[in-house]
Structures are given as C-alpha cells and as structure tokens.
C-alpha cells in the first residue's frame, strides 16, 4: 500500500470548513460558491484531496465548477492533477464499459438473464456522463438457478472465483496488485467482477420478477440489461442505506441519489411504482426515508411530496434524529469512516444478547483484518516481503482506526443517549 491516509478527527476546522464549501458547491449558486472556495489555498486543497478522492467527490467537483465557469476557484496544481484523473479516468470507464457490455452479451447467449447492478445503468439520472464517477468494478445479478452456467462464462472469460459471502460471489481475472491511491483513476490489468444470486425461495415473488422486469439501458453508446427505472431507484436506496449502517459512506452516492430524485421529481406514477415494489422489501421505507433525508440536509430540497408521505414523514424519531445529526458528519469523515453508523443499527436491530455481542465485535474486532494482497505462483522472496510489509501497515492501520474511532465512538454513545432522552421526553 503505498499511501493510505488518514487523522482520526486531527484535522483543522478549515479544512473541514473546506469539505462543507466543496458540499455546497452542488447546490448553491455559482455567486455563493466562489465567495466560499475564494478563501482556500494549496495548501488547504492538499489535505482534502484524499477525502475527494474516497468520497468519490474529485471529478464530480471538477465538473461542477467547469459547469459554472469557477474552475479559477481551484489552485493551479490542484486542477492540473483533477484534470489528469479525469483523462485517465476516461480511459478506464471506456475499458470498464466494454468489459460490462462484453459480459452481459456472453451471459445472454447462454441464455442466463442478467443485469448490471448500479454504476453504468445509474446513468442518465443519477449520473450525467460515466466519465465523472470512480467505479471500482462491475456488479451483475443473476437467478441462482444460473450460477453454474454464469460460472462457467465468467471462467471462459478469465475470471476465477476469489471469494464468496452469503449470495454474493467475488471474481477476479487476475491476482491483485498493492493498492495504490497515485495510480487510482488509472486502467489497471485486473478486472472484478461481483455476482449477485436472487436465491431460489424468492421464485414467484416480487422480488424474483425483478429480473422478468430487466430492461436494455442505452449507455454512452451500450445496451446493457439494467433493472427497470423504480427497481433501479429501490435498490440504489438500499444500497446507500446498507453503506450508512456500515464504516464508510461516499458522499458522491448521496449526490447520485439526489439526482436521482431531482431527475424524477414529477413524475407520480413512478412514484407510485416505487412505493408499491418497497411495500415487498423489509424496512424498505425507512431505508428510502432515511436517505432521502439526507441528501435533502446535504443538496437541498429534493425530495418530491410523494415520496416523503410515506417514507421521511414516518421515519423513526431516533433514525431522523441521527441522519439530522451525524448524517453529514459521516460523509465529511476521511476513509476509512468512523464507528457513528453502530449508533443507527442498534435501532434497527433487536436487543438481544446475539445483538449486544455482535456490536462489541464490531467496536474491536478479534481477528485480523482480510487480506489485500495476494502471491502469485512463482513469487520472489523480494516481492513476499513487499506484500508482508503492506498487510503488516494495513493490519496496523485498521488497529489505529479500531482503538481510535471505538474510544470516540464509547464518549458519543453517552451524548446521543442524552439526544434520544430529550426527544422522548
């Protein structure tokens, strides 16, 4: 790992004043956005360039300001080096994009229906041109019925199964480098690849009909099999919500989302198709209310009355409670997050005792981090050293975050206690 960075909460007020101006930059007036970029040096840019970069924030900026002829607003050095991610970031969605439009026709003439899960198929709504976005790898749901036939295109395909959790499948075309945030908007020689099975009791149901209801998506010059527009909007929710019950969650996904909900504002009776298809998925409500919320406290008012009637209107009071008061919090925090997500799940969860001792091993963990690295066959004693120096500074980088974030974590346990007294009170 070449550079991974991170202050646990040593950062200055400026810059986080800096990450709240480049927040309001999305939203705001060009006017307003200038007076409050003017202010900022190199200096101040260098420390949050890798929280633009992991919020996925970097070339959304870039464009927002070019959009509004601020790009002046920016030092010199600091738009030359978003300026060289945004070529080569071009370069690398181009390939990303032949590789999803190359997979999904090798799985449909197997016959295997399919759709790319996020990503590309967020565009035009959520993401105006696919060049702005930082997409890691490609997300494909499947039947599970088809798994051993997707199996075998993916392997045909140089894929190989690297790892397996719940009905989530992790392949991978060849063995990983070391992570390297230099090279980050860069093509890189791996490709990854994530299955996603609908399982097998979901047949008949709304839920396996999701994939009857696979539509072609003409993107940037592609035809890829997407969900149709309200599962699309559901799952999209889902997923942010799961990223907010968890460490870390970009601040980009909530912009893309709230462009989402801006690009559909009027329209009711997709509204109406939204609400019908979460009334079949289990706290579906609550995930859309509580990150409707939040992108409405982040980009302003987007949320469109249909839609709040039945999901921000009857949000919990303690899950309101914590979007209103650390949901923003969250997404200013540099990578890899913090532990404030533990003060959400303990209302979504029971109170157990499973409960109870689950949350303490998420406070600290007894077990060694995964792996982000791997040998290959052939390996030089030179190159096993350099990978057992980069798990032993990652092992020693999740410690730091795990003592850090979990004594912050046990001060504001005790303060939001005393929040939830008040609203109950």
Same mark, same amino acid.
Not at 232 to 242: E, G, V, Y
Not at 408 to 420: C, G
């Given at each position: 790992?070449?550079?991974?960075?991170?202050?646990?909460?040593?950062?200055?007020?400026? +810059?986080?004043?800096?990450?709240?101006?480049?927040?309001?930059?999305?939203?705001?007036?060009?006017?307003?956005?200038?007076?409050?970029?003017?202010?900022?040096?190199?200096?101040?840019?260098?420390?949050?360039?890798?929280?633009?970069?992991?919020?996925?924030?970097?070339?959304?900026?870039?464009?927002?300001?070019?959009?509004?002829?601020?790009? #002046?607003?920016?030092?010199?050095?600091?738009?030359?080096?978003?300026?060289?991610?945004?070529?080569?970031?071009?370069?690398?969605?181009?390939?990303?994009?032949?590789?999803?439009? #190359?997979?999904?026709?090798?799985?449909?003439?197997?016959?295997?229906?399919?759709?790319?899960?996020?990503?590309? +198929?967020?565009?035009?709504?959520?993401?105006?041109?696919?060049?702005?976005?930082?997409?890691?790898?490609?997300?494909?749901?499947?039947?599970?019925?088809? &798994?051993?036939?997707?199996?075998?295109?993916?392997?045909?395909?140089?894929?190989?199964?690297?790892?397996?959790?719940?009905?989530?499948?992790?392949?991978?075309?060849?063995?990983?480098?070391?992570?390297?945030?230099?090279?980050?908007?860069?093509?890189?020689?791996? &490709?990854?690849?994530?299955?996603?099975?609908?399982?097998?009791?979901?047949?008949?149901?709304?839920?396996?009909?999701?994939?009857?209801?696979?539509?072609?998506?003409?993107?940037?010059?592609?035809?890829?099999?997407?969900?149709?527009?309200?599962?699309?909007?559901?799952?999209?929710?889902?997923?942010?919500?799961?990223?907010?019950?968890?460490?870390?969650?970009?601040?980009?996904?909530?912009?893309?989302?709230?462009?989402?909900?801006?690009?559909? #504002?009027?329209?009711?009776?997709?509204? #109406?198709?939204?609400?019908?298809?979460?009334?079949?998925?289990?706290?579906?409500?609550?995930?859309?209310?509580?990150? +409707?919320?939040?992108?409405?406290?982040?980009?302003?008012?987007?949320?469109?009355?249909?839609?709040?009637?039945? !999901?921000?209107?009857?949000?919990?009071?303690?899950?309101?409670?914590?979007?209103? !008061?650390?949901?923003?919090?969250?997404?200013?925090?540099?990578?890899?997050?913090?532990?404030?997500?533990?003060?959400?799940?303990?209302?979504?969860?029971?109170?157990?005792? +499973?409960?109870?001792?689950?949350?303490?091993?998420?406070?600290?963990?007894?077990?060694?981090?995964?792996?982000?690295?791997?040998?290959?066959?052939?390996?030089?004693?030179?190159?096993?050293?350099?990978?057992?120096?980069?798990?032993?500074?990652?092992?020693?980088?999740?410690?730091?975050?795990?003592?850090?974030?979990?004594?912050?974590?046990?001060?504001?346990?005790?303060?939001?206690?005393?929040?939830?007294?008040?609203?109950?009170?």
């Amino acid at each position: 790992m070449n550079r991974v960075q991170t202050n646990f909460g040593m950062k200055t007020r400026r +810059t986080e004043r800096l990450k709240e101006a480049v927040i309001a930059a999305f939203s705001h007036p060009a006017a307003e956005v200038s007076a409050r970029l003017r202010g900022f040096n190199s200096a101040d840019w260098k420390k949050v360039l890798f929280w633009l970069d992991a919020s996925g924030l970097a070339l959304y900026l870039l464009d927002r300001l070019t959009s509004l002829g601020l790009q #002046h607003c920016l030092p010199a050095p600091i738009l030359v080096r978003l300026m060289q991610n945004l070529r080569d970031n071009r370069v690398r969605t181009a390939a990303l994009l032949d590789e999803a439009d #190359h997979v999904s026709r090798a799985l449909r003439a197997r016959s295997v229906t399919c759709a790319l899960l996020k990503g590309f +198929t967020l565009f035009p709504e959520s993401v105006p041109d696919c060049s702005f976005r930082y997409q890691l790898d490609l997300d494909f749901l499947v039947a599970d019925r088809d &798994r051993v036939a997707t199996e075998e295109v993916l392997s045909n395909l140089g894929y190989r199964l690297h790892a397996v959790s719940g009905d989530t499948l992790e392949f991978k075309s060849r063995v990983s480098a070391e992570p390297d945030m230099n090279r980050l908007y860069q093509a890189r020689p791996q &490709r990854s690849l994530e299955l996603h099975l609908l399982p097998a009791a979901d047949e008949g149901t709304t839920r396996q009909h999701r994939l009857a209801r696979v539509q072609l998506r003409a993107v940037q010059g592609k035809s890829l099999p997407a969900l149709s527009p309200p599962d699309l909007f559901l799952q999209q929710a889902l997923h942010l919500f799961k990223h907010l019950c968890s460490e870390h969650t970009r601040a980009s996904w909530v912009l893309e989302f709230a462009r989402h909900l801006r690009a559909r #504002h009027d329209d009711l009776g997709f509204w #109406h198709e939204v609400e019908s298809l979460a009334s079949t998925e289990e706290r579906a409500d609550i995930a859309i209310g509580a990150v +409707t919320l939040l992108a409405t406290r982040t980009f302003g008012e987007v949320a469109p009355a249909e839609l709040s009637r039945w !999901t921000i209107d009857r949000l919990p009071s303690d899950v309101r409670l914590w979007i209103e !008061t650390y949901g923003k919090r969250v997404l200013l925090t540099d990578f890899p997050g913090s532990k404030l997500y533990l003060l959400l799940r303990t209302h979504l969860q029971s109170e157990s005792g +499973t409960h109870r001792a689950a949350l303490r091993r998420l406070v600290l963990p007894r077990h060694l981090p995964p792996r982000i690295t791997h040998g290959e066959a052939g390996e030089s004693l030179s190159a096993r050293l350099r990978r057992f120096r980069v798990e032993a500074g990652f092992v020693l980088f999740r410690l730091r975050f795990h003592l850090v974030e979990g004594l912050r974590y046990a001060v504001e346990s005790s303060r939001w206690q005393r929040r939830l007294t008040g609203i109950t009170n």
